[in-house]
């Protein structure tokens, strides 16, 4: 089964509100938040490649010691942690003051990959920067959207140069200690799990939740003990594999995300799924109508009239 979430070490307690920080991705578009990091320690803020996870790890405890009684750094941190609480609260925003009725009614947005820092790689290129950047404005913008996705152990491959000038592949795994995302649990406190039918079994699906400012983006996970081996490795890597993994991972992505929100009792007003990938998306919810005794005809138009591609 996969790790557990990110760690961050024991901080002096004037500086607790430094973790929240750094655990929701908020902070990656917000310039007080990368410069009261960057202050910090400006070499490892760049050695870590601006994560703000890795940094609190790996800074000295003598310099934590030393902000804890710096009122300049503490008074800047407060404000900062206010300006993350008013953008979760989503007062004044545009949304909930132009449609305050809609508030409770999200947008369930499905992707193949989302573009929100590269201390999570989970995207490749332009769908993954549009996806991420569509998440961080609807957090702006007060748009109650829920995002869907997979959580890839691996990555997105990365390539290095030979002396030689030949290509080769190498892994970019990820490290979930370096991450901000929670693992999702039912009532008694085991990992919430979901299944789908593949290849005349169930296949089982856990799921973490990232969060983007005050948007949940929330990650299937197929690396659990209770699938095959060759069913754990369907959330490895993004784009591997030929067209009977691509769409067996698509499955994942729309049939478990579907079920997913569902489980968590989350009731969209929209579905968006952006690009072919999430497709399966419609087709469960069209299963899912015609199970409870909609006519096939009906629940078609049902989940046209709520859905956007």
Known sequence: MTASGPRIPPLPEPLGDLATLATNLWWSWSRDARNLFYSIDKLLWHRTRHNPIALLQRVEPARLLELAADQEFLQRLGHVR????????????????????????????????????????????????LAG????????????????????????????????????????????????????????????????????????????????????????????DANDPEHRDLSFRLYSGGPDMRIRQEWVLGVGGARLLDKLGIEPAAWHANEGHAAFMLVERTRALVAKGLPLGEAVDQIRASSTF
């Open 82 to 129: 206010s300006q993350l609480e008013r953008a979760l609260s989503c007062d004044g925003t545009w949304f909930r003051s132009t449609y305050p009725e809609l508030a409770s009614r999200p947008v369930a947005y499905f992707c193949a990959e989302f573009g929100l820092h590269n201390s999570v790689p989970i995207y490749s290129g332009g769908l993954g920067v």
């Open 133 to 224: 950047d569509h998440c961080k404005a609807a957090s702006d913008l007060g748009i109650p959207l829920v995002a869907v996705g997979l959580l890839y152990q691996r990555g997105f491959f990365g390539q290095r140069v030979q002396p030689n000038g030949r290509q080769e592949e190498a892994d970019d795994p990820l490290d979930h200690a370096l991450i901000p995302q929670t693992r999702l649990r039912d009532e008694s406190g085991q990992p919430l799990v979901v299944t789908v039918p593949l290849s005349g079994r169930d296949l089982h699906i856990g799921a973490w939740r990232m969060m983007v400012g005050s948007v949940p983006v929330y990650l299937l996970d197929t690396n659990l």
